[in-house]
């Protein structure tokens, strides 16, 4: 496990590494370029060979859906889903709102 840091090469004596996401060191949405360069047991160092790694909000959102408990006959209330969340990292953009009919509860 490594935590990489922008341009400081993390050196290791195996072939494979683990990026390590943290709160504190973490990788926003979006495209992100990594190197590798090798060296022989002579100290001969490779050309870099380089790969963007994708990292990609896959986490579903969360609905919250708030609403009075009972409300008069023939008045107007209100729907709210402001505490709905995406804890994937991105941000809610867009409610839909369906009236499913008479609950069978």
Same mark, same amino acid.
């Given at each position: 496990?490594?935590?990489?840091?922008?341009?400081?090469?993390?050196?290791? $004596?195996?072939?494979?590494? #683990? *990026?390590?996401?943290?709160? !504190?060191?973490?990788?926003? =949405?979006?495209?992100?370029?990594?190197?590798?360069?090798?060296?022989?047991?002579?100290?001969? $160092?490779?050309?870099?060979? #380089? *790969?963007?790694?994708?990292? !990609?909000?896959?986490?579903? =959102?969360?609905?919250?859906?708030?609403?009075?408990?009972?409300?008069?006959?023939?008045?107007?209330?209100?729907?709210?889903?402001?505490?709905?969340?995406?804890?994937?990292?991105?941000?809610?953009?867009?409610?839909?709102?369906?009236?499913?009919?008479?609950?069978?509860?």
């Amino acid at each position: 496990m490594a935590e990489f840091i922008i341009n400081e090469p993390v050196k290791t $004596e195996a072939p494979n590494v #683990e *990026v390590t996401i943290t709160e !504190a060191n973490t990788l926003p =949405p979006g495209r992100h370029r990594f190197r590798l360069v090798v060296v022989d047991d002579a100290g001969n $160092e490779s050309q870099p060979d #380089e *790969v963007d790694v994708i990292v !990609a909000d896959q986490d579903a =959102p969360t609905a919250v859906l708030d609403a009075p408990g009972s409300v008069p006959t023939g008045r107007s209330f209100g729907l709210d889903g402001k505490r709905s969340f995406d804890a994937g990292g991105g941000q809610v953009v867009t409610w839909l709102w369906t009236y499913l009919g008479p609950s069978q509860r």
